[in-house]
């Protein structure tokens, strides 16, 4: 009860209009606006520059091009794992999915079909399989990628709301995942299809892919698909998918028996980009 009256107000926010305002200061190049913004993002929420390749707070045009900074050489080693984590963030909850049903928080679940947009021959590839959600926080490195190799199939942009995907409101808003605003990129790999789920929320001004670019705006409140059947759109691990300008959630899907977690990602846990997610060591090398 507690949660969801903290969230009763983002109900009543002008949640678009906050997005659309927060995309367009995102992406400005006003010096005197950059100047102030991003030294004051960094020390707001603990950014460490030391790991990006610019690690000069002036160096950067717009607050976008800083939020979604590359990382120095060597900043995130990949693990010899069957999957690694495709970001830098915290597990908000990982384990079986129960038939269709995706676990989001104590109380609330969601199913496969209503977060890849409807299509049930998709979701039901991942019954009984294995989700694994990720929070990025604002002090996080906002690019996405590949968790192990695979073959792109499909793009879809599913329309929604756009709450904020904070704690509070994964315990008190049902769905949330499935609710809000979202691009679903689905895989072929050696050990079957697999989801990559970009979750958007609250000021994120955009999402974009390494293929398509900005997918995000626009949003003609419609769904949108991309195939890929014909193309040979192939990333390794570690590859980039893509980013958030301004961040979010990553949601994954595996089908069953194709993925045995580390027994010590839980919910809570912080992680990054590189680490081993599934079947193989902790402990990342250079590669």
């Excluded at 939020?67 to 909850?93: E, H, K, M, N, Y």
């Excluded at 899907?253 to 993925?259: D, I, K, S, V, Y």
């Amino acid at each position: 009860m507690i949660d969801r009256l903290a969230v009763l107000p983002q109900y009543l926010l002008p949640k678009r209009a906050l997005t659309a305002l927060a995309g367009r200061l995102a992406a400005s190049h006003s010096r005197r606006w950059t100047r102030w913004v991003i030294p004051w993002f960094i020390a707001r929420y603990g950014v460490n520059m030391a790991e990006a390749a610019n690690p000069d707070p002036a160096g950067y045009a717009s607050f976008n091009d800083f939020f979604t900074r590359a990382l120095r050489s060597g900043a995130r080693p990949l693990a010899q794992a069957d999957c690694v984590s495709p970001v830098d963030g915290a597990v908000i909850q990982c384990g079986p999915i129960n038939g269709d049903q995706i676990l989001q928080a104590k109380g609330h679940r969601y199913s496969t079909r209503s977060l890849v947009g409807g299509d049930a021959g998709l979701a039901a590839l991942f019954e009984g399989g294995q989700a694994v959600t990720l929070y990025l926080s604002p002090r996080d490195y906002h690019r996405i990628h590949m968790p192990c190799a695979g073959r792109l199939l499909r793009m879809i942009h599913v329309p929604g709301d756009l709450f904020s995907v904070n704690l509070a409101t994964v315990r008190g808003v049902p769905g949330l995942f499935a609710r809000n605003e979202r691009v679903v990129c689905v895989f072929e790999s050696d050990r079957g299809p697999f989801v990559l789920t970009l979750v958007g929320a609250t000021i994120v001004g955009s999402i974009a892919t390494v293929w398509h670019g900005v997918v995000n705006p626009p949003r003609p409140g419609v769904l949108r698909e991309w195939r890929y059947d014909d193309q040979a759109i192939v990333l390794r691990p570690g590859d980039e998918v893509g980013r958030f300008l301004l961040g979010s959630t990553v949601v994954m899907l595996f089908p069953a028996n194709t993925l045995q977690l580390q027994a010590d990602w839980v919910p809570g846990r912080s992680v990054r980009m590189g680490e081993a997610m599934a079947g193989g060591s902790a402990n990342p090398s250079a590669q």
